[in-house]
T-cell receptor, first 116, second 117 residues
Framework: QQQVKQSPQSLIVQKGGISIINCAYENTAFDYFPWYQQFPGKGPALLIAIRPDVSEKKEGRFTISFNKSAKQFSLHIMDSQPGDSATYFCAASRRGQETSGSRLTFGEGTQLTVNP | DARVTQTPRHKVTEMGQEVTMRCQPILGHNTVFWYRQTMMQGLELLAYFRNRAPLDDSGMPKDRFSAEMPDATLATLKIQPSEPRDSAVYFC???????????????FGPGTRLLVL
């Protein structure tokens, strides 16, 4: 059962453009939504994360938009650069309690290519 | 520069052989995760440990996989016997959980790329 669905599967953007990746979740108990960035041959690394009590979080060129009622959140990369080319994973978890439900559930991943 | 280390980085083996993957979590982290990444299934959680005790291993095929933490600086994932369908990249991640909460951030190692022929 895929609790976090991510789209698109792949994305090609020109340098300077905006990259947008979307995720939708099912479990309303999720209370933590991180995005991970993975370069080829490397492990995923936390990029930015949001809690459901805010609708937007911005860190540099990266912004998460969160829509609690729609159970959707998205990553926006402004002024996309070739160095941003990587696979991006959204994830969700319930951090409030250390149970099996607190595991990170990952989306399927989006392969982003930023052309120079 | 603290980081999670994993060995070996690459492993090629034949079907039926035992495979052992090792992970050294970041010093001081009390939670360790094992993930498997494939093109078809994406990132799957296999098991995770808190203070060396297994908290959840429901994602792991029990008949052939086993995960342990002999001490706070070493986590192992074993496959016996290995099968071609086990071919994947296996990631270890560690984090610091506090007050009964799961870690806010998981720090991933570079992974072990396993190929079972």
């Amino acid at each position: 059962q895929q609790q976090v669905k991510q789209s698109p599967q792949s994305l090609i953007v020109q340098k300077g453009g905006i990259s947008i990746i979307n995720c939708a979740y099912e479990n309303t108990a999720f209370d933590y939504f991180p995005w991970y960035q993975q370069f080829p041959g490397k492990g995923p690394a936390l990029l930015i994360a949001i809690r459901p009590d805010v609708s937007e979080k911005k860190e540099g060129r990266f912004t998460i938009s969160f829509n609690k009622s729609a159970k959707q959140f998205s990553l926006h990369i402004m002024d996309s650069q070739p160095g941003d080319s990587a696979t991006y994973f959204c994830a969700a978890s319930r951090r409030g309690q250390e149970t099996s439900g607190s595991r990170l559930t990952f989306g399927e991943g989006t392969q982003l290519t930023v052309n120079p | 520069d603290a980081r999670v280390t994993q060995t070996p980085r690459h492993k090629v083996t034949e079907m039926g052989q035992e495979v052992t993957m090792r992970c050294q979590p970041i010093l001081g982290h009390n939670t360790v995760f094992w993930y498997r990444q494939t093109m078809m299934q994406g990132l799957e959680l296999l098991a995770y440990f808190r203070n060396r005790a297994p908290l959840d291993d429901s994602g792991m095929p029990k008949d052939r996989f086993s995960a342990e933490m002999p001490d706070a600086t070493l986590a192992t994932l074993k496959i016996q016997p290995s099968e071609p369908r086990d071919s994947a990249v296996y990631f270890c991640a560690s984090g610091l959980g506090t007050s009964g909460r799961s870690p806010k951030t998981q720090y991933f190692g570079p992974g072990t790329r396993l190929l079972v022929l």
